[in-house]
């Protein structure tokens, strides 16, 4: 029902998801259904699809690029690691447990039924399945269980292209040290050979490639050039965290050990007055304009860690004269406490920031869901956002209630399974949009008018609230700056730059007679 291709790296970062999204909008720009898959991806980057299931944000970025609604069935699986040696471990789209490396690795088979069922579901839709691999193939220690890089084209029967890194070098040894550790059988798989991220003369790699393509027995079919190309990208490799000049608006986001979702600031590195500046030392931090307290996967123990390298103490400090901003776990820590009872995290109570008048109980169950509508009405610094229109979606193991304090002010709201204070608005959720939940909004804010908390990921991402916060901190500057950032139609045209330029690099002829040769599934 659908030809299959898949891209495999030498290693992690070589850029096989770029390489698929890319695809995906050259094959979708030919008159093809395309859509992506990826058996299993690591990340602390998530999405909630609209069937209110959590998937990986790069087969959501994919599935942009291929114009196709994301859909848990092209990441079935998710694993988010929790520490050094074990993950959260998410199957088609629900949590199904906490495990440690070894205990996932004796699991891990018994998954397949699930990678079928979701590979299946996905070919009733497309013409072509691309698909991506993770790390690499040649991890000859990993494979006997292996359901994500050679094991799973064995199981979708799909010829692979090869891509390996020339900008971190040694990519001739990447990619004859990957065909030498295959199996013949795994070998014969390997249809082609992708030298990505090249800077320079091409006319240089002449002969190493003749010596590739001699040596391994497999044709070159792109010498790929570096892209300055934005999109997502890895959480685990991003680039985002090097530092960064500051720029007229100079936006801080708390780099803690276990950050999620840091996908929620994309947006302003679009805008170019604006630096986004990942900071992990209160020497880091240094004065910006505004704070923000990302996602973690971990709240506590990140809560913990700010307290012990002092960034809780100034981010505090720095409340009192500019906005900061907390987003899910973010949020969770600027409340007055937080507590675990079920053991989800470190158990026992530990005192929150004291920035918000909430209390958060971390719970076994996780809230997943998509949600739409209207910015409460709010005071201070954060009252330009009043009445604009958002979506976004709630992706948490805990409920954040009003605080039992006698000394905070007064709330409106409803709880529910999250707390929102403030003039309550409707607002509703995917995939029923004409349900309306209960009365709900869409940000906290307490005392202090600088401050303020959110459930919601991607709220920024509408256009005119990232373009109102920026324009109200230029004012606080007496700065003039016009913003009008798009960002879903800067993304749409990302993803055409990155089709262009495949096009033009890759044998897209070879490629596609790679396609014609493979089995019809």
């Not at 979708?28 to 944000?57: C, H, I, W």
């Not at 792109?222 to 100079?250: A, C, N, W």
């Not at 960002?487 to 045209?493: A, L, Q, R, T, V």
Request: one cysteine or more.
């Amino acid at each position: 029902m659908a030809k299959v291709i898949m891209i495999q790296g030498t290693m992690s970062g070589a850029g096989k998801s770029l390489l698929v999204a890319g695809l995906c909008r050259i094959m979708k720009r030919d008159g093809y259904r395309v859509a992506p898959f990826k058996s299993q991806n690591m990340a602390l980057n998530s999405f909630v699809t609209e069937e209110g299931l959590e998937m990986g944000r790069a087969q959501v970025m994919q599935a942009e690029a291929a114009g196709i609604t994301p859909l848990v069935c092209m990441n079935p699986i998710l694993l988010k690691p929790t520490d050094h040696t074990g993950s959260q471990v998410i199957v088609n789209g629900q949590v199904l447990g906490n495990m440690s490396a070894r205990e996932y690795f004796s699991y891990k088979r018994g998954l397949i039924p699930d990678i079928k069922r979701a590979f299946r579901k996905l070919e009733e839709m497309a013409d072509i399945i691309v698909i991506e691999g993770a790390g690499s193939p040649a991890e000859v220690n990993l494979r006997e269980n292996d359901i994500v890089n050679m094991g799973l084209a064995e199981i979708v029967d799909a010829p692979v292209l090869l891509a390996g890194d020339i900008d971190r070098g040694g990519v001739f040894a990447q990619l004859l040290g990957t065909l030498l550790l295959l199996t013949e059988e795994e070998k014969k798989r390997v249809r082609g050979l992708i030298i990505n991220k090249f800077r320079g003369d091409r006319s240089l790699l002449d002969s190493g490639i003749e010596i590739l393509e001699e040596k391994g027995g497999i044709p070159v079919t792109g010498v790929v050039p570096y892209m300055d190309i934005q999109l997502e990208d890895e959480d685990s490799l991003t680039e985002r965290f090097r530092k960064k000049e500051k720029r007229k608006i100079d936006i801080a986001v708390i780099r803690y050990p276990r950050i999620s979702n840091f996908t929620d600031f994309n947006v302003f590195e679009q805008i170019p007055e604006v630096s986004v500046r990942y900071v992990a030392s209160a020497a880091e931090l240094g004065c910006p304009d505004m704070v923000f307290l990302p996602g973690s996967k971990n709240t506590m123990s990140d809560l913990d860690w700010m307290r012990g390298n002092g960034l809780e103490a100034a981010v505090i400090k720095m409340a009192e004269n500019i906005p900061v901003c907390g987003i899910c776990g973010g949020y969770q820590m600027m409340g007055e406490h937080i507590s675990d009872p079920e053991g989800m995290e470190n158990g026992g109570t530990m005192k929150g920031m004291g920035l918000l008048p909430v209390t958060t109980r971390l719970k076994h169950e996780k809230v997943r869901r998509q949600v739409y509508g209207t910015v409460n009405k709010m005071e201070g610094f954060f009252s330009m956002l009043s009445g604009l229109e958002f979506n976004g979606y709630e992706i948490h193991m805990g409920d954040s209630v009003k605080s039992a304090s006698k000394d905070v002010p007064p709330l409106d709201g409803t709880p529910r399974s999250t707390f929102h204070a403030g003039e309550c608005q409707k607002y509703g959720h995917s995939p029923n949009k004409s349900e309306l939940l209960n009365m709900e909004t869409a940000f906290v804010t307490g005392r202090n008018k600088n401050v303020c908390g959110t459930y919601i990921h991607g709220i920024f991402d509408r256009a005119a609230i990232a373009n109102a916060l920026v324009t109200a901190l230029a004012e606080n500057k007496g700065l003039f700056i016009e913003s009008c950032i798009d960002y879903k139609d800067f993304k749409e045209k990302q993803y055409d730059k990155l089709a262009d330029i495949l096009s033009e690099y890759l044998n897209m002829e070879e490629i596609y007679g790679i396609l014609r040769e493979a089995h019809i599934r």
